[in-house]
T-cell receptor, first 112, second 113 residues
Framework: SQTIHQWPATLVQPVGSPLSLECTVE??????LYWYRQAAGRGLQLLFY??????ISSEVPQNLSASRPQDRQFILSSKKLLLSDSGFYLC???????????FGPGTRLTVT | KQEVTQIPAALSVPEGENLVLNCSFT??????LQWFRQDPGKGLTSLLL?????REQTSGRLNASLDKSSGRSTLYIAASQPGDSATYLC????????????FGKGTKLSVIP
Protein backbone atom coordinates (compact mmCIF):
# COMPACT_ATOMS: atom_id res chain seq x y z
CA SER A 1 0.00 0.00 0.00
CA GLN A 2 1.02 3.59 -0.52
CA THR A 3 2.24 5.80 2.33
CA ILE A 4 3.16 9.46 2.42
CA HIS A 5 5.50 10.94 5.02
CA GLN A 6 6.22 14.51 5.99
CA TRP A 7 8.79 15.93 8.36
CA PRO A 8 9.21 17.64 10.57
CA ALA A 9 5.76 17.54 12.12
CA THR A 10 6.22 20.87 13.86
CA LEU A 11 8.68 23.70 13.28
CA VAL A 12 9.24 27.09 14.89
CA GLN A 13 11.59 29.34 12.98
CA PRO A 14 12.60 33.02 13.30
CA VAL A 15 11.91 35.50 10.53
CA GLY A 16 14.70 35.51 7.96
CA SER A 17 15.81 31.93 8.62
CA PRO A 18 15.87 29.25 5.89
CA LEU A 19 13.31 26.48 5.55
CA SER A 20 13.34 22.93 4.28
CA LEU A 21 10.30 20.66 4.50
CA GLU A 22 10.44 17.15 3.13
CA CYS A 23 7.80 14.84 1.73
CA THR A 24 8.30 11.27 0.57
CA VAL A 25 5.89 8.75 -0.91
CA GLU A 26 6.24 4.99 -0.69
CA UNK A 27 4.58 2.23 -2.65
CA UNK A 28 4.06 3.97 -5.98
CA UNK A 29 6.14 5.18 -8.92
CA UNK A 30 6.12 8.47 -10.78
CA UNK A 31 3.36 10.05 -8.71
CA UNK A 32 2.10 13.59 -9.18
CA LEU A 33 3.19 15.53 -6.11
CA TYR A 34 1.67 18.66 -4.58
CA TRP A 35 2.46 21.19 -1.84
CA TYR A 36 -0.44 23.03 -0.18
CA ARG A 37 -0.61 25.61 2.58
CA GLN A 38 -3.53 25.94 4.97
CA ALA A 39 -3.55 29.25 6.82
CA ALA A 40 -5.88 30.00 9.72
CA GLY A 41 -9.36 30.91 8.48
CA ARG A 42 -8.47 30.25 4.86
CA GLY A 43 -8.89 27.32 2.55
CA LEU A 44 -6.12 25.13 1.22
CA GLN A 45 -3.94 26.91 -1.30
CA LEU A 46 -1.97 24.97 -3.90
CA LEU A 47 1.64 26.19 -3.88
CA PHE A 48 3.48 23.81 -6.22
CA TYR A 49 2.85 20.66 -8.19
CA UNK A 50 5.13 18.25 -9.99
CA UNK A 51 4.38 15.62 -12.62
CA UNK A 52 7.94 14.24 -12.72
CA UNK A 53 11.52 14.60 -11.53
CA UNK A 54 12.75 18.13 -12.06
CA UNK A 55 9.32 19.30 -13.28
CA ILE A 56 7.90 21.89 -10.91
CA SER A 57 5.05 24.31 -11.50
CA SER A 58 4.19 27.17 -9.19
CA GLU A 59 0.65 28.34 -8.66
CA VAL A 60 1.31 31.35 -6.45
CA PRO A 61 4.24 33.83 -6.57
CA GLN A 62 6.03 33.84 -3.24
CA ASN A 63 9.37 33.46 -1.52
CA LEU A 64 9.02 29.69 -1.41
CA SER A 65 10.47 27.18 -3.87
CA ALA A 66 10.08 23.46 -4.46
CA SER A 67 12.32 20.74 -5.79
CA ARG A 68 11.93 17.09 -6.70
CA PRO A 69 15.36 15.51 -6.54
CA GLN A 70 14.02 11.95 -6.66
CA ASP A 71 10.90 10.33 -8.07
CA ARG A 72 9.12 10.10 -4.72
CA GLN A 73 10.68 13.02 -2.86
CA PHE A 74 9.32 16.55 -2.83
CA ILE A 75 11.00 19.38 -0.92
CA LEU A 76 9.66 22.81 -0.03
CA SER A 77 12.25 25.48 0.71
CA SER A 78 12.77 29.11 1.50
CA LYS A 79 15.93 31.16 1.81
CA LYS A 80 14.37 33.71 4.18
CA LEU A 81 11.10 33.11 5.99
CA LEU A 82 8.47 35.79 6.44
CA LEU A 83 5.85 35.99 9.19
CA SER A 84 3.21 35.37 6.52
CA ASP A 85 4.76 31.96 5.78
CA SER A 86 3.29 30.58 9.00
CA GLY A 87 0.71 27.87 8.40
CA PHE A 88 0.03 24.20 8.01
CA TYR A 89 1.87 22.71 5.04
CA LEU A 90 0.46 19.62 3.42
CA CYS A 91 2.01 17.37 0.82
CA UNK A 92 -0.19 15.22 -1.41
CA UNK A 93 0.16 12.74 -4.24
CA UNK A 94 -2.00 11.31 -6.99
CA UNK A 95 -1.49 8.61 -9.59
CA UNK A 96 -2.35 10.96 -12.43
CA UNK A 97 -3.54 14.50 -12.88
CA UNK A 98 -7.09 15.18 -11.73
CA UNK A 99 -7.39 11.89 -9.91
CA UNK A 100 -7.91 11.29 -6.21
CA UNK A 101 -5.33 13.03 -4.05
CA UNK A 102 -3.87 11.52 -0.90
CA PHE A 103 -2.50 13.78 1.77
CA GLY A 104 0.33 13.50 4.25
CA PRO A 105 0.10 14.32 7.97
CA GLY A 106 1.29 17.90 7.49
CA THR A 107 3.90 20.22 9.02
CA ARG A 108 2.88 23.03 11.36
CA LEU A 109 5.22 25.99 10.71
CA THR A 110 5.29 28.98 13.02
CA VAL A 111 7.47 31.90 12.03
CA THR A 112 8.31 34.16 14.97
CA LYS B 1 -11.85 30.63 -12.14
CA GLN B 2 -13.46 27.93 -10.02
CA GLU B 3 -14.78 28.94 -6.60
CA VAL B 4 -16.02 26.43 -4.03
CA THR B 5 -18.25 27.39 -1.12
CA GLN B 6 -19.36 25.37 1.87
CA ILE B 7 -22.21 26.51 4.06
CA PRO B 8 -22.60 26.41 7.02
CA ALA B 9 -19.10 26.85 8.38
CA ALA B 10 -20.06 24.85 11.48
CA LEU B 11 -22.79 22.38 12.32
CA SER B 12 -23.72 20.66 15.57
CA VAL B 13 -26.05 17.65 15.68
CA PRO B 14 -27.05 15.03 18.25
CA GLU B 15 -25.70 11.51 17.88
CA GLY B 16 -27.76 9.27 15.63
CA GLU B 17 -29.09 12.03 13.43
CA ASN B 18 -28.78 11.90 9.64
CA LEU B 19 -27.21 15.02 8.20
CA VAL B 20 -26.30 16.70 4.94
CA LEU B 21 -23.25 18.84 4.23
CA ASN B 22 -23.42 21.22 1.30
CA CYS B 23 -20.87 22.26 -1.30
CA SER B 24 -21.41 24.63 -4.22
CA PHE B 25 -19.13 25.47 -7.12
CA THR B 26 -19.22 28.19 -9.76
CA UNK B 27 -17.80 26.42 -12.82
CA UNK B 28 -20.10 23.59 -13.88
CA UNK B 29 -17.43 22.23 -16.23
CA UNK B 30 -15.84 20.29 -13.41
CA UNK B 31 -13.82 17.14 -14.05
CA UNK B 32 -14.59 15.57 -10.68
CA LEU B 33 -15.34 16.51 -7.08
CA GLN B 34 -13.71 15.07 -3.98
CA TRP B 35 -14.83 15.06 -0.34
CA PHE B 36 -12.25 15.00 2.46
CA ARG B 37 -12.27 14.79 6.21
CA GLN B 38 -9.75 16.66 8.38
CA ASP B 39 -9.30 16.02 12.09
CA PRO B 40 -7.77 18.84 14.18
CA GLY B 41 -4.07 19.27 13.46
CA LYS B 42 -4.05 16.40 10.98
CA GLY B 43 -3.83 15.93 7.24
CA LEU B 44 -6.78 15.27 4.95
CA THR B 45 -8.39 11.89 4.51
CA SER B 46 -10.07 11.25 1.17
CA LEU B 47 -13.66 10.08 1.60
CA LEU B 48 -15.30 9.98 -1.81
CA LEU B 49 -14.58 11.12 -5.35
CA UNK B 50 -17.37 11.67 -7.86
CA UNK B 51 -16.57 11.85 -11.55
CA UNK B 52 -18.42 14.44 -13.61
CA UNK B 53 -20.31 11.65 -15.37
CA UNK B 54 -21.59 10.24 -12.07
CA ARG B 55 -24.47 11.40 -9.91
CA GLU B 56 -23.46 9.80 -6.62
CA GLN B 57 -20.94 7.67 -4.77
CA THR B 58 -21.42 5.65 -1.60
CA SER B 59 -19.05 4.37 1.05
CA GLY B 60 -20.53 2.86 4.18
CA ARG B 61 -22.64 5.51 5.95
CA LEU B 62 -21.50 8.20 3.50
CA ASN B 63 -23.22 9.14 0.28
CA ALA B 64 -22.05 11.98 -1.96
CA SER B 65 -24.12 13.39 -4.80
CA LEU B 66 -23.24 15.70 -7.65
CA ASP B 67 -25.51 17.99 -9.65
CA LYS B 68 -23.45 19.86 -12.22
CA SER B 69 -26.37 21.82 -13.60
CA SER B 70 -27.05 23.47 -10.25
CA GLY B 71 -23.39 23.60 -9.21
CA ARG B 72 -23.95 21.60 -6.06
CA SER B 73 -22.68 18.55 -4.24
CA THR B 74 -23.93 17.11 -0.97
CA LEU B 75 -22.39 14.69 1.50
CA TYR B 76 -24.99 12.69 3.39
CA ILE B 77 -23.93 11.05 6.66
CA ALA B 78 -26.33 8.47 8.05
CA ALA B 79 -26.70 7.71 11.74
CA SER B 80 -24.02 10.16 12.84
CA GLN B 81 -21.55 9.17 15.58
CA PRO B 82 -19.25 11.25 17.82
CA GLY B 83 -16.32 9.87 15.82
CA ASP B 84 -17.69 11.67 12.76
CA SER B 85 -16.78 15.00 14.38
CA ALA B 86 -14.26 16.68 12.10
CA THR B 87 -14.02 19.31 9.40
CA TYR B 88 -15.33 18.18 6.02
CA LEU B 89 -13.93 19.75 2.88
CA CYS B 90 -15.02 19.49 -0.70
CA UNK B 91 -12.74 20.20 -3.63
CA UNK B 92 -13.28 20.35 -7.37
CA UNK B 93 -11.05 19.85 -10.35
CA UNK B 94 -12.02 22.22 -13.09
CA UNK B 95 -12.14 21.31 -16.75
CA UNK B 96 -9.52 20.38 -19.28
CA UNK B 97 -5.93 21.32 -18.60
CA UNK B 98 -6.34 22.32 -14.97
CA UNK B 99 -3.99 20.83 -12.38
CA UNK B 100 -5.51 22.77 -9.54
CA UNK B 101 -7.88 21.23 -7.03
CA UNK B 102 -9.95 24.11 -5.64
CA PHE B 103 -11.04 23.67 -2.03
CA GLY B 104 -13.89 25.06 -0.01
CA LYS B 105 -13.15 26.30 3.51
CA GLY B 106 -14.96 23.36 5.05
CA THR B 107 -17.81 22.64 7.43
CA LYS B 108 -16.84 21.83 11.00
CA LEU B 109 -19.14 19.07 12.22
CA SER B 110 -19.70 18.31 15.89
CA VAL B 111 -21.74 15.22 16.80
CA ILE B 112 -22.93 15.48 20.38
CA PRO B 113 -23.22 12.20 22.37
Amino acid sequence: SQTIHQWPATLVQPVGSPLSLECTVEGTSNPNLYWYRQAAGRGLQLLFYSVGIGQISSEVPQNLSASRPQDRQFILSSKKLLLSDSGFYLCAWSVRTREKQYFGPGTRLTVT
Amino acid sequence: KQEVTQIPAALSVPEGENLVLNCSFTDSAIYNLQWFRQDPGKGLTSLLLIQSSQREQTSGRLNASLDKSSGRSTLYIAASQPGDSATYLCAAYSGAGSYQLTFGKGTKLSVIP
